[in-house]
């Protein structure tokens, strides 16, 4: 069975940093196209970025501009976990964070482009 899952969240003070794992089970990412989401209360699910499959070198990943230049997408050597970075965190990051994926390097960072979703994990910024 595919599933990812993601952690790392928590509770934060504004100007703090967290790093969100998302965990493959049952699979590789190397093929996947990966993306993080989240949702606030009262809002519609939003891209916060994706990155395309290992072997696509001429891709770059995708930001929400809210979060260019304080998240960072990564992927491990391993093959099995794409990390996010998050610095500066502001009480507008809060929400719950999603990880997703697709076997599809020509990515939009959408939605109801990925069939493969986790759970989520809880990231609170807050004084």
């Known amino acids: 069975q595919l599933q990812l899952v993601e952690s790392g969240g928590g509770l934060v003070q504004p100007g703090g940093s967290l790093r969100l794992s998302c965990v493959a089970s049952?699979?590789?990412?190397?093929?996947?196209?990966v993306a993080w989401f989240r949702q606030a209360p009262g809002k519609e699910r939003e891209g916060v970025s994706c990155?395309?499959?290992?072997?696509?070198?001429?891709?770059?990943?995708y930001y929400e501009d809210s979060v260019k230049g304080r998240f960072t997408i990564s992927r491990d050597s391993a093959k099995i976990t794409v990390y996010l970075q998050m610095n500066n965190l502001k009480p507008e990051d809060t929400a719950v964070y999603y990880c997703a994926a697709r076997m599809e390097p020509n990515f939009v960072c959408s939605a109801s482009f990925f069939g493969l979703w986790g759970q989520g994990t809880q990231v609170t910024v807050s004084s």
């Open positions: 990155i395309s499959t290992t072997y696509v070198t001429n891709s770059s990943p």
């Open positions: 049952g699979f590789t990412l190397d093929y996947y196209t």
